[in-house]
């Protein structure tokens, strides 16, 4: 047993034979945990306290009925929290519904303050809550208490019986989303006091009728300055969308060259089931898995876990409709070759230029989103290494199908295939903890407490066992 516990027992034995001060040392010892737990729980600072006073008064009386002294501390929290939840039933909501504004506050009428209150003003109060409302409980009541604990990791771990490592990812989460708060608050009361039609009034009334306007200089500067702000970020999303359009365009020109009628056919069925799933999944799946994720208020602990499955059940799809697709296609073209079909009248031979055009659209699907990713989050070297992998992929194919046709083309297309996604596999290895790191504004070290080392490289295996495993089930009969 800990000295802490000895002392808690100690305490409470001493307590019991009726020691005021034994127990106002329990009282000051654990006054900051309780305060911060009803604090977090009802956002004002004198229920807080009203609450935390009641329940050391509760515990002084149902002290005999503690029958582990030892856990004191748990005991005491329990009391606190079931407390807060009889005062939120009688109120008939939760805290942040009741969150004053800074406007409200100046209606209310005053009334006692308490010490808390004494060292905070009603304005400074509002404030506090509005930034820390909407921070999840999680995440919320750690940071409360660090910062009424000196600062002190190993203290809040202490009282919230949790890891230091624990504690340090929940504060950096914490301190991220306090961030955002706060911007979103400033940004609000910013907006709500931009000068009116009155200012803009009384400013065109006071100008001289001989003063020659300057209005056309001033938005031409204000839309260049704004145009330079936002240059980066729609280049961004022009990538992700432009990949998006010619990997279409390059099955497009794909299908146009096809040698016969069943094979296009074949072609419009696979390339159009393929595309509609990219989009569907990319797009409105992840609108909706961000939903979610504000919806139920996700933990990273939960939310990671989630989108790792997410975007491997999609590779893992999109790699089989890959292989499926290709199987199709040769087998096809064997059936052709074997039977001496001709070639379609509609059909349009690719010559060397358009195999080009399809190689470069191809590659720029592919690798459009992970260049987009890299040039958001300002890792500009990967996304030039990308981009420079993606010239000389379409460079290397282009040149290695020049003398190729038939079932040989189309196992060259193969190989290729194969490379490029073992190259993406290859980059999200390297960088993705990197990415999310930037992305959420933590360390590697935060991003790999929550995502460990092994699992990319894990899912990575899983996904290259399940694509060997269907090009096995997708052989056909009798070939070697």
Known sequence: ?????????????????????????????????????????????????????????AAWKQLPELREPSHL?????GIARFLVGKQLRRQGHEPVHAA?????????????????????????????????ERIPDAYREPLILFYRE??????????????????????????????????????????RSTPGEAFSGAVLAALPLTTASVATATASAAAKGSAAAKSGLFAAWLLSFGGIFTGIG???????????DRERRAQKIAFTSLWVFVLVWAVFGQIALGMLEHRFQWRDEIYFPIMAGFWWIYAAVAVTMTIVMLRRFMALRRESEKTGETSSTSARPMTAGTSALVWCGTYFGFFSWLISIAWRLHDHTTAGIIAGLMVALCIWTTTSLRRRVGIAALQTVAWHLTFTWAAVLVILNLSLPTWIALARGTTLAEVHHLLPVWVIPALTLALAVWAGLVTVATKPAGRS
Not at 27 to 53: F, K, M
Request: with cysteine; proline share 3%.
């Open 1 to 57: 047993m800990s000295a802490t516990a000895n002392s808690d027992v100690q305490l409470v034995e001493w307590s019991l034979t009726g020691d005021r001060d034994a127990f106002r040392k329990i009282v000051e010892r654990y006054q900051s945990l309780v305060c911060s737990i009803t604090y977090n729980a009802t956002g004002s600072l004198t229920l807080s306290e009203d609450l935390a006073q009641e329940t050391f008064v």
């Open 73 to 77: 501390r748990a005991w005491l929290c």
């Open 150 to 191: 000196q600062q002190s990791v190993e203290r809040v771990a202490a009282e919230l019986e949790l890891t230091e490592d624990a504690v340090k990812q929940r504060l950096s989460r914490g301190r991220k989303l306090l961030h955002e708060e706060v911007i979103s608050f400033v940004e609000g009361t910013l907006s």
């Open 100 to 132: 004053e504004t800074v406007d409200a506050i100046h209606e209310l009428p005053a009334s006692d303050p308490s010490p808390a209150a004494q060292a905070v003003t009603r304005e400074e109060e509002a404030i506090l809550w509005r930034a820390l």
């Open 250 to 260: 390059a099955h497009w020109l794909v299908i146009r060259s096809a040698p016969t």
